[in-house]
């Protein structure tokens, strides 16, 4: 794989993390400009500004969001790369990550219900084709994926609201 050279530096971010322009489908791209292990750190949130629900803000708790420059163009996909755990502020690689590689997230792991759902072109065999948020999918589509707090505690609220009286009396 050829290793991308000369990306602009995105703040908050490795150095080992650059910024790509009009890459592929998705406009601009973060790309790792060395390998990242299962684990390693890439990004850390410190520049982190609560800011009004938007396309580059990251949902951190119910009705709450930010805006970081590092994550402003961490893309889509069904497959990511890194998760965002936004209790840590960090941006986390999930699996090996080559150098040259486009990060990406899974959106619907912050996100309950997107402001602007897209269509998927991450052509991954899981793709789920339509991302609207995590409030539109089942847990079990969700159990595949690294969630934030707030996404699970919101899935929680939805089930008890929604199971049979006797459910949710233990009767």
Known sequence: MTVVRHLARVPNCSSAVGLKP?????GASLMAQRAFRPGDVVARLDDAVPAPQGPSTVQIGPGRHVRSEALEHLNHSCRPNV?????????TATRAIAAGEMLTSFYPSTEWQLEAPFVCQCGEPECL???AGARFLSPDVLSRYSVNKHIVEAIVATLSISAPR??????
């Open 22 to 26: 009009h890459a592929a489908a998705y």
């Open 83 to 91: 998760a965002v755990d936004t209790t840590a502020r960090t941006v």
């Open 129 to 131: 084709r339509f991302v």
């Open 166 to 171: 006797a459910l949710r009396s233990g009767s």
